[in-house]
């Protein structure tokens, strides 16, 4: 939960196959030790809006922070990903509304790089959104947009020509995975990619953890609102009967690990049905729903390695918050 572009790989429930799977997960996730929820499911039509006014409020710095960096530092990034002035494919995943992007793709293109965008995403109609306003905006860029899911959509995108890869990763949507998960998911990117190919990947970097904990438990309760609304959506889609009154936001963050997390904690003994299963919560319970995981650049340094890239460059924001890395295939 750190930027538009996270808005990227749950739509409406439009039929009977993603509902069921929506039920699927919810009832696996109640039924478990630590009961949990699938972020992803935070946003149907309200969880967009109630986030769009999470990323406007004065405690939530990260959209601020990145955009930040794509509107002062887009040179420094085509500098980063030009180096050899050869063809490339700049391939976005969870490409959104591209508000960011827009900033390195208009240096890129006054400074005539060659190059075609490629932005990825599960929605066909933001990507149809955002072509009309390329296009209207910078009607020279050559753009190819790919519907799908990220490794689906990437292979589609790597066949289409034999021009070298610049992917972008950005709003710390790496975050929202755990620590293997993200490791995991850097190796996959590596593997489909050759050597000399590039990302740009955002992260979080490590703060003052009161920064972050405000960050994530805003004080006009966006976040909160945010985190109820998808019990309301399961009272909604799967004839759940949640009362949301008995259910509070807690927040979590722990400045060793850069964990930071947020549960809906049970205020009472209750019993809620959601179709045919019968949840038990305890007074005290928690439901664990997201982590938005931290970064020290050594760890990010770390994980470059690991998983197959070499690091070229560091971008930061004005505060130091945020970091756009460069990375290379080894």
Known sequence: MDTLEEIKNIGFLASDEPKNQFYTDVIKGLKAPQK??????????????????????????????????????????????????????LIELGAGD??????????????????????????????????????????????CTIQGDYFEALQKACELSSNRKVLLFLGSNIGNMSLKESLDFCRKLSQNLIQGDKIIIGFDLKKNPATILKAYNDSEGFTSQFNVNLLIRINQELEGNFDIANFEHYQTYDPE??????????????????????????????????????????????????????????????????????????
């Open 257 to 330: 690990t850069g964990a930071c997390k947020s549960y809906l904690v049970s205020l009472c003994d209750q019993e809620v049905t959601i179709g045919s299963e019968t949840i038990s919560f305890t007074q005290n319970e928690s439901i664990f729903m997201e982590v938005s995981q931290k970064y020290a650049l050594d760890e990010i340094e770390k994980m470059a390695f690991e998983s197959g890239f070499k690091p070229v460059l560091n971008c930061f924001d004005t505060h130091h918050y945020f970091v756009d890395a460069i990375w290379e295939v080894a």
């Open 98 to 143: 591209a508000t960011k992007t827009f900033h390195l793709l208009k240096y890129l293109t006054e400074q005539k790089a060659n190059f075609r965008y490629l932005p990825i995403d599960i929605s066909g109609y933001i990507l149809d959104v955002l072509e009309s306003n390329l296009f209207a905006s910078l009607p020279n860029l050559s753009v």
């Open 36 to 89: 949990h929820l699938s972020s992803k499911y935070f946003y149907n039509e309200q969880g967009d809006i109630l986030f769009q006014k999470i990323m406007n409020c004065k405690d939530y710095y990260l959209t601020r922070a990145e955009m930040d960096i794509f509107q002062n530092s887009s040179a420094q990034l085509a500098d980063g990903i030009c180096a050899n002035a050869s063809a490339f494919d």
